[in-house]
């Protein structure tokens, strides 16, 4: 099945930095969704990106499907952006089996 | 507009004690059901989906069972709870399949003594 590696694990920075997220899969992914969990613990949908690059607000992400990898990147970020950041992704297209990786905790310092 | 309802929010249970934890979607005939469970700290597993009534696949053993009686309702259960059941399981939603359209359940904080 899919394996999904998220690095770095933990990530502190200063309110206006940007931060960088990366994701990691280990076979070809046909959906590659960005997650945000609270720190109640809630789960949204920030963007989907199978491959190419998107952007939503201050977030971009830009997936190389042959390499298997997708990054995130936060713009200017902000103390509410903290938070774990999660990517998750199906072995292929509709295949309900949805595999997430372990999460990027983002710490944002005001 | 479509809503998920998870019930209960939290519950403190004991150690071979029965649980039933529910989740409803209003707003959306035949959805794609799912059961997550997340341990403190830990991975986001799928333990359990669910295309139609009455049919549920499982995908992690983790001694839980799931139903689904109703196409807008997803039930996670087991007749005894171990130490290891504890955390936080939420159930989620989504239109076609895959991960691009999974919406989530606010989620129950299980805690096992």
């Known amino acids: 099945g899919q394996q999904v590696q998220q690095s770095p694990s933990s990530l502190v920075l200063q309110e206006g930095e940007n931060a960088e997220l990366q994701c990691n899969f280990s076979s070809t992914a046909t959906q590659l969704q960005w997650f945000y969990q609270s720190p109640g613990g809630s789960l949204v949908s920030l963007l989907s990106?199978?491959?190419g690059t998107k952007h939503t607000g201050r977030l971009t992400s830009t997936t190389v499907t042959k390499e298997r990898r997708s990054s995130l990147h936060i713009s200017s970020s902000q103390t509410t952006d903290s938070g774990t950041y999660l990517c998750?992704?199906?072995?292929?297209?509709?295949?309900?089996?949805?595999?997430f990786g372990a999460g990027t905790k983002l710490t944002i310092k005001p | 507009a479509q809503t998920i309802h998870q019930w209960p929010v939290a519950e403190i249970k004991a150690v071979g004690s029965p649980l039933s934890l529910g989740c409803t979607i209003k707003g959306k005939s035949s959805p794609n059901l799912y059961w997550y469970w997340q341990a403190t700290g830990g991975t986001l597993q799928q333990l359990f989906y669910?295309?139609?009534?009455?049919?549920v696949e499982s995908v992690v053993q983790l001694n839980l069972s799931a139903s689904r009686p109703k196409d807008d309702q997803f039930i996670l259960s087991t007749e005894k709870l171990l130490l290891s059941h504890s955390g936080f399981y939420l159930c989620a939603w989504s239109l076609w399949g895959g991960a691009e359209t999974l919406y989530f359940g606010s989620g129950t904080r299980l805690t096992v003594l």
């Open positions: 990106n199978p491959s």
């Open positions: 669910s295309i139609t009534v009455g049919q």
């Open positions: 998750a992704s199906p072995a292929n297209y509709g295949n309900e089996k949805i595999t």
